[in-house]
């Protein structure tokens, strides 16, 4: 797939890209989270050399994180260019798991205030993150979606290893405060995320 032309900055620390893979046939989303101890690039796809350049700037990339085995994208590209670790769970790097993975588990931190949830039951490896700051930001990968005809709900039944231990695992969310969500496939949610995902789980179909 190309690369994406450019990012949208929807805070002073995060800013997302995107760009439709006639692949898979779905729009996937990338995120740039800025903490105190340097950049985080989750889930990324390509960006063009300019825009990315504006958006790390001087700042260093502190890691890349990959939220599930179908997320690996651009990540390797982009460890190497920044000289950057990647971080995941051990399921989603099958075979390919080298050195350079610092490996993730449920309720570990990638970094202070940034916390790796497992999501089982969707896509090998998942996991959520959960970052504290500014009212709490969920970054999700596969387990929930938000876009067209579906809006905000769970990953199709057909492509999770079992959907109803995915519903249960997303519960461990509700443990977390969070303004916003972000998403590998879909728009992001800016207010009231909290509410939104207990609304949903807590719908008959959650």
Partial sequence: MRAASDFDRIASN????????????AELYSTCLGTSGGIYFIDPILLENEALHKLSGSIPVAGIVVTNGNHHRASAKFA???SAPLFGRIEAFPNKAGPDLKRVADGDKVYDGLTAIDIEGAAEGEIALHYAPDG??????????????YGFTFLPAKYCSNQKQMRRSLRKLLDHKAERILFAHGMPIFSDASERLRDLLESPNG
């Fill in 14 to 25: 995060i800013a997302i890209w995107h760009e439709y893979d006639s692949v898979v046939k």
């Fill in 136 to 149: 709490g930001t969920f970054i999700i990968g596969d387990a929930l979606i938000n876009f067209e005809p």
């Fill in 80 to 82: 190497e260019e920044f």
